[in-house]
């Protein structure tokens, strides 16, 4: 089992920056493949980025590609999602998601285990 928390959401301005955290509790974060999405009010979660085991190789849809970056350290138990140039679109709540193995990094289904979200409101 591993538990996750998320941090670092709030309110910001369109254009603006934010750091979003995810810390990791009960097992080694190294052990997973890691993922962000977001969801808002009744749509499906949406994901916005995931991240290998060792950091080395990065996903990202085309709506946030070039604007966020996830990053981890594995020492730290902890991965990041930094935002730049938010957009209003960009409201949602976010979650991080930890996988032992996966096939596609955009299924919400193969990932094992969740944290509880942190929200994002971007003010036009």
């Known amino acids: 089992q591993v538990q996750l928390l998320e941090s670092g959401g709030g309110l910001v301005q369109a254009g603006g920056s934010l750091r979003l955290s995810c810390a990791a509790s009960g097992r080694t974060l190294g052990s997973f493949r890691m993922g962000w999405f977001r969801q808002t009010p009744g749509k499906e979660r949406e994901f916005v ?6 950091g080395g ?23 990041y999602l930094q935002m730049n140039s938010i957009k209003p679109e960009d409201t949602a709540t976010y979650y991080c998601a930890a996988a032992e193995s996966l096939y596609n990094w955009y ?11 942190t929200q994002v409101t971007v003010s036009s």
């Open 49 to 54: 980025a995931g991240i290998s085991r060792s």
């Open 57 to 79: 190789l990065t996903h990202y849809p085309e709506s946030v590609r070039g604007r966020f970056t996830v990053s981890r350290d594995n020492a730290k138990n902890t991965v």
């Open 107 to 117: 299924a919400a289904r193969e990932y094992d285990y969740w944290g509880q979200g």
